[in-house]
């Protein structure tokens, strides 16, 4: 890994070239963010014309700071950014954050390389052009034209789409899904999804890694870094054209090859790389992953207390590739006595509409401690005689008991209000909680999944090293 | 079709035996829906011990009731209803809504089969048994132990699961889509998926029948109604039990047989029914149809501010078999001139993000009112330039002006908590808005999928019709 990356995630100074006074404008707005996200290390607002801009000293030209800066945000003009380049070099710039669109994506590809060489030239790694900024929560930093108010945690997400990626930033916020790194890639002219890849593989802020991504341009060192990458983290990657229409879109979009769908999936899956769906699924995924410890084998068990949402999740998992075995004799032996004559002591366990709050609960704590159970499933169906808030709280309070989580437990609630705010506390107790059964579902059936795929790349490359012995 | 079934949905009187005094009973919770929610009609309570239940008085017996009763909900252990059954026939009862439950779901196939042949001696249609009740809003009827405060619409939902059911029940009300009819349908002895699809093919009330199905009884004439019913309205279907293990899972939990996977697939292909992935689509589904008018050809366009949501869109389509062409030539010639030099103008048209809430609902609304094109999605990211919730303000205002939807439109808005305020009220105003891009663009999928299914199905009936002259 180049060790300039550092300078990226953690620069101890940074110059906001095309810094302005104006809020709205795009070198307002990133410069109020680093300031308001609480960076730490020294600001450098540069313009011509102003001497002080958010209550910091303006510089009219990046010649003009006094000190070496190890991270330079541009937003210029894209006919001024070359020289912003070769300033930024004469100060020892690290990184170059090229906000600035007016490159590939609209034809210039002679005005990209030139950037790149000149950034090569000076030593200096070069995030986009085409960008709408990069995130790192653990340093505080938010040097983006995005919302400001990012929650801090441990999905890292990386986005080949600028006006997506910051709409999903924030849905992030309202979701409250936290994020270690938000990085906007855009035009991949240096820094690419291996190079991110291979960082934050290391960095002990990010558990889990998210990708938008619509083309990669260097096929066999994604694949390459991402093998070595999934052994130690899943990554989820939602593929944007994968069908000739979409990859249509792709061509007219990012200028991006988006390449056979077939093959992208191939190879996801031979490097252990989690392919959602869709963003709502992604975003379950990188949720739960977030939360919860790793699957480490054993049985996967269902609890539900309405037969038609375990027949739902039954399907689900089914189609994720996730078979149900019967739950483990001694986990039925303890459970028996406590449930209805009539609830349904397969898998899933159907413990009956009649269910307390407790018994519900109770249920689920069974499972989780059952030593031949490696992943729990809780579906409730809001009925009269149980809370779901009540559900919460306990099941919240049980687990904190526990330490945390022992092993993978995801939920859904399913019915009215009371449901929804039960699901936010939940997920604020990083028990991972969703609305609908399906969801929940394919969410569990990727915990599981990712395990699988990482043991078996494991097996796959020991076998190439006995081979090459 | 039965006439009797008319006395389902609009009883002119309802006796509730078992008629509870406790709140949490179930036979309290249906008194109390049935009087809260404004049900205009006569209601008798009944109940041996009591002389008033909830402020009307109570009787004894059914027999001790001084008129005849349209509607008889019974409420009582297993044992008794047999006799009810008896007692409701003599008070020339059209319909008994059997909640209890203790029949063939727990083996006793024998009581059900009885309870069916009683029924019938008197002329009696049996909805159940094993339900948690039914409503339809246009007759102010919530005859179930849900929750009281379903918001009338024009959604009708049949399920075979009942926790499933009344949980998402409580999910209509939290996500405000409107329903007229909820319909328990558990056990189906008697009244059963297709005379419910029969009667509400022809309820003016209704415009789209979602149903939960584990499986039909008796599939031919399911079928064969609902080939017919498909004609005049869409039929949404979640179908439980699509995978083997699914199956399984139906078999032990209301004993139907989900029969072969693909067989049902095919069947609702050809006879026009949409079948849903997930119950969140179907809601989503659901939801456009009973807001929207109906599809009937032309162009589909998308318009978007983000070409990544564009490509995740144009994907999702493409995966629901509808294909984009280009945009109308008229409406390229309308847009170029007020949209930025680099935007695309192909399908999906992009306008890119500098677009301002103006210039983004303007492109909206010329190619609604484009006439060679038939449906519109709207795709928006937030962004720093625009505000979701004056675009919204600003879209239903033009809708109005224009006397409502011209032709399909669903939208998307992607972003932070303003989107989800904007999406709430979009879908207030009957424009069907979904947080996530795949969510609208299967929508708008299946909006057009009904339409052209529905052709196929005349195509095909007609040919029949030919080959048998």
């Known amino acids: 890994m180049d060790p300039k990356l550092e300078a990226l995630f953690k620069p101890r100074s940074i110059a906001v070239v095309g810094a302005s006074r104006k809020p709205g404008k795009i070198g307002f707005e990133i410069l109020r963010n680093i300031i308001e996200y609480g960076f730490k290390g020294k600001v450098y607002p540069v313009n011509p014309k102003a001497k002080e801009i958010l209550g910091l000293k303006a510089y ?45 994506e609209i034809g210039r590809a002679d005005l990209e390389e030139e950037l790149v060489r000149r950034a090569r030239k000076w030593g200096i790694r070069v ?60 035009n991949k002219a240096d820094i690419d999804d291996a190079d991110l890849l291979e960082y934050l593989a290391d960095d002990p802020n990010t558990k889990v890694i998210l990708i938008y991504l619509e083309g990669v341009t260097d096929g066999k060192k994604f694949l390459k870094v991402a093998q070595k990458v999934t052994l130690k983290k899943p990554i989820i990657v939602v593929k944007a054209g994968r069908t000739e229409a979409g990859a249509k879109a792709v061509a007219s979009h990012t200028g991006s090859l988006a390449g056979n769908v077939v093959i992208y999936s191939t190879l996801f899956r031979q490097t252990g790389i989690l392919q959602a769906r869709n963003v709502e699924e992604a975003f379950d995924w990188a949720r739960a992953f977030s939360y919860l410890p790793e699957y480490k084998g054993g049985k996967l ?106 092993k993978p437990l995801v939920l859904t609630l399913i019915g009215g209000e009371e449901c929804y705010w039960a699901v936010t506390k939940l997920n604020s107790a990083k028990i991972p909680t969703y609305p609908m059964p399906e969801r929940a579902a394919s969410t569990i059936a990727a915990v599981i999944n990712y395990t699988r795929m990482r043991e078996e790349v494991k097996r796959r490359l020991s076998e190439l090293n006995e081979v090459s012995d």
């Open 60 to 104: 009219p030209s990046l010649s003009a700071v006094p000190e070496d800066i190890d991270m330079v945000v541009v937003s210029v003009p894209a006919q001024y950014v070359l020289d912003v380049i070769d300033e930024a070099g004469k100060k020892n710039a690290k990184v170059a954050v090229v906000i600035t669109s007016g490159f590939k």
């Open 127 to 186: 995030l986009g052009p085409n960008i709408f900024g990069m995130i790192y929560t653990p340093a505080r930093l938010n040097a983006s034209f995005g919302p400001t108010d990012v929650i801090s945690g441990s999905v890292a997400f990386i986005t080949q789409s600028g006006a997506l990626g910051i709409a999903l930033m924030g849905m992030t916020i309202v979701e409250r899904i936290g994020v270690s790194a938000i990085i906007s890639i855009g």
């Open 301 to 406: 068990v269902l609890v539900t207390n309405g037969g038609g949402a375990g027949v739902l999740s039954t399907d689900t998992l089914s189609e994720n590739g996730v078979k149900l075995e019967p739950p483990p004799k001694s986990l039925v032996d303890a459970l028996k006595p406590k449930l209805p004559g009539f609830a349904s002591l397969g898998n899933p366990i159907d413990v009956t509409g009649m269910i307390s709050n407790e018994g519900f609960v109770d249920a689920i704590m069974e499972a989780l401690n059952n030593p031949e159970v490696g992943a729990v499933m809780g579906i409730y169906c809001q009925t009269a005689v149980t809370d779901p808030m009540v559900i919460a709280s306990m099941l919240v309070r049980k687990v904190k008991a526990m330490g945390g989580l022992p």
